[in-house]
């Protein structure tokens, strides 16, 4: 008798069939070690789960993300996933479909953590607008921290270190259990209120459950609120907290927040001999000015006074009387030229160039001149006037 035979999909039918039959199965909730974990490019999440030796493959679609997954899932996070198990049928294998993955464990701190921190950059409390400057010349420096451990043991060293002559004023507040971050908040408000320049919250690292009274909103909201500029100094370099992200300045260590706050004496002085070069060029600058405008002022004021009023006039005077003189010399000059070319032109027609040259000038006994024959007649008395003398004669005859 020849028994049933099956083709690939009719068992993984089958098998698909049972798991969806089976109520467990149907919505559980696993957990393990995120390993292999790979994001789709269309949104689908691929990874797996295991624990020791034994593993499963997972799988969220994209439509399950956004209320689903509340964080970026990485390798080696412990995690929760509730979601139901079945049977992929093109390739023959079980997988854990999730509709919701939570961190576990210390996972769940770092959840809360990421939440907060979402929450509170929605609401701008990390926004750079709102950062203020760290005073460049802090006198008087507020420290939120616990009164003894490093931190202000560091802060202390480092601060009088670079400046033996800043006041540090210390507020002593827990920086980890229960009490710490209500007592973080009245340290804040404590040396805001007494009117210091800069303030310094912070403590050594520790654990995220060491570090989480700074990761508390009572805490942002107090750094937030502060007229004083906060340097947020906890933990050690690789440590970030929500009070890192809404200070003003974050400083890697308390050593480092101090460097921040306290400017170096050496700097300071620095500075100061600086201004005094500055101030004495300025003041050379300014007399020089002065001395200038004094100069120019003096020789406004000589232009200006009456005795060099009097002298220019009396320098135009005599300016004017030498050039009437030049003026006067040169018209009288012109009318001599013009005299000795009229006298020449005359000389031309003088009679007495002519009788010089042997004409005679005649007149009748009245005086009157004869022009023409026709003016005598025979005995009449007639005068000729020459170069030396007067001849009387009488008229023989007319011709």
Same mark, same amino acid.
């Given at each position: ?7 690939? *999909?009719?068992?993984?039918?089958? =098998? ?59 390798? &080696? ?29 210390? &996972?769940?701190?770092? *959840? ?21 400057? =760290? ?12 009164? %003894? ?22 507020? /002593?507040?827990?920086?980890? !259990? ?23 919250? !912070?403590?050594? !690292? ?47 260590? /308390?050593?480092?927040? $101090? ?83 009229? $006298? %020449? ?5 003088? /009679? ?5 040259? !042997?004409? $005679? ?25 020459? $170069? ?12």
């Amino acid at each position: 008798m020849q028994k049933n035979v099956y083709s690939v *999909e009719q068992l993984n039918k089958y =098998i698909k069939n049972m798991f969806t039959q089976d109520y467990l199965l149907r919505s559980l909730q696993v957990k393990g070690e995120i390993s292999n974990c790979k994001y789709h490019p269309t949104g689908h999440i691929y990874f797996t789960l295991k624990e020791g030796s034994s593993a499963l493959k997972c799988v969220m679609f994209a439509g399950k993300r956004s209320r689903g997954l509340s964080f970026n899932l990485t390798d &080696g996070q412990q995690v929760i996933i509730t979601g139901c198990v079945d049977v992929y049928l093109d390739g023959g294998q079980y997988q854990l479909y999730a509709d919701r993955i939570e961190l576990d464990g210390l &996972g769940a701190l770092y *959840e809360k953590y990421e939440l907060l921190k979402r929450e509170l950059e929605e609401e701008g409390m990390f926004a750079a607008e709102y950062k203020r400057e =760290i005073p460049k010349n802090a006198q008087r420096i507020g420290i939120a921290t616990a009164s %003894s451990g490093a931190a202000v043991r560091d802060i202390i060293n480092v601060a009088k270190r670079r400046n033996p002559y800043i006041e540090l004023i210390l507020y /002593p507040t827990p920086v980890q !259990g229960a009490d710490a971050a209500p007592g973080i908040v009245k340290a804040i408000k404590a040396l805001d209120d007494y009117g210091v320049d800069v303030i310094i919250v !912070g403590r050594g !690292g520790g654990s995220i459950e060491d570090l989480w009274a700074f990761n508390e909103r009572i805490v942002a909201q107090a750094i937030f609120d502060s007229n004083t500029p906060i340097i947020s100094a906890v933990g050690h370099e690789v440590d970030f907290t929500i009070a890192d992200f809404v200070a003003d300045k974050r400083a890697a260590t /308390p050593s480092a927040a $101090a460097e921040i706050a306290v400017r170096e004496l050496r700097e300071i002085d620095d500075l100061i001999a600086d201004k005094r070069r500055r101030l004495d060029s300025n003041i050379a600058e300014i007399i020089r000015q002065l001395r200038t405008e004094t100069e120019y002022k003096k020789r406004q004021l000589q232009l200006l006074s009456p005795q060099n009023k009097l002298k220019q006039s009396r320098e135009r005077v005599l300016a004017y009387a030498d050039r009437l003189e030049r003026d006067f010399e040169k018209i009288l000059n012109h009318r001599k030229n013009r005299l000795a070319l009229i $006298a %020449s032109r005359l000389d031309g027609v003088s /009679p007495l160039k002519r009788l010089e040259s !042997g004409f $005679a000038y005649m007149a009748d006994s009245k005086g009157n001149r004869i022009k023409s024959i026709t003016q005598v007649k025979k005995d009449d008395s007639i005068n000729m006037t020459l $170069a030396d003398g007067t001849i009387e004669a009488t008229v023989t005859d007319v011709h």
